[in-house]
């Protein structure tokens, strides 16, 4: 069964430098999805990054980026030169493509605050 | 406006009650989601549905009915509220499976007392 762990539930960065959050998952499907989403205290859910299990290169948008290891089953978010507004719960989450659902599966989430 | 909306953003109601969480796009994305948010396990799936008349159990469907007869509504029924039901509910949607982003609703807050 498809599963995605996040280990660490919470974390510190100091304003302007890099943090990276943690996203491991497992999957016997060759073909899936990996995403990131972003909640802040207001709730929302706002997506920030999407990489494809055969995309060869690593998904940047912006600020963020995907360290993708496939061997390793890892889907990292790096967030360069953090932003107090960066502070907020980050999720991981996988889509199979097999069996054409659509549906995210998530990991439970790691909470970022950012120092000024 | 366009989007994805939640109604009602805030809900009380007591054990036993039905209640019903709506859900409404204006993408007419044929995919579309019912998820819920507890503290230590993320978002679980709950219901899903690939098109109008089409729907589909997730993680966690016990409890939950619901119905998709127009594309752009998905509603939630909580045919007889329990405290552990007390959660907050996220829809979601989407254009198609593969890469495709899932856009979120604002969340409606349910307290079962």
């Known amino acids: 069964a498809q599963k995605i762990t996040q280990t660490q539930p919470g974390m510190f960065v100091q304003e302007k430098e890099a943090v990276t959050l943690d996203c491991t998952y497992d999957?016997?499907?060759?073909?899936?999805?990996l995403f990131w989403y972003k909640q802040p205290s207001s709730g929302e859910m706002i997506f920030l990054i999407y990489?494809?299990?055969?995309?060869?290169q690593n998904a940047t948008e912006g600020r963020y980026s995907l360290n993708f290891q496939k061997a390793r089953k890892s889907a990292n978010l790096v967030i360069s030169a953090s932003q107090l507004g960066d502070s907020a719960m980050y999720f991981c989450?996988?889509?199979?493509?097999?069996?054409?659902?659509?549906?995210?599966?998530f990991g439970q989430g790691t909470t970022l605050q950012v120092k000024p | 406006d366009a989007g994805i909306t939640q109604s009602p953003r805030y809900k009380i109601t007591e054990t036993g009650r039905q209640v019903t969480l709506m859900c409404h796009q204006t993408?007419?994305?044929?995919?579309m989601f019912w998820y819920r948010q507890d503290l230590g396990h993320g978002l679980r799936l709950i219901y899903y549905?690939?098109?109008?008349?089409?729907?589909d159990k997730g993680e966690v469907p016990d409890g939950y009915v619901v119905s998709r007869s127009k594309t752009e509504n998905f509603p939630l029924t909580l045919e007889s509220a329990t405290r552990s039901q007390t959660s907050v509910y996220f829809c979601?949607?989407?254009?198609?499976?593969?890469?495709?982003?899932?856009?979120f609703g604002p969340g409606t807050r349910l307290t079962v007392t």
């Open positions: 549905s690939a098109a109008a008349d089409i729907t």
């Open positions: 990489q494809g299990s055969y995309d060869e």
């Open positions: 999957t016997s499907d060759q073909s899936y999805g």
């Open positions: 989450a996988m889509r199979e493509v097999s069996g054409n659902t659509g549906k995210l599966i």
């Open positions: 979601a949607s989407a254009a198609g499976t593969g890469n495709y982003e899932q856009y």
């Open positions: 993408w007419s994305h044929s995919y």
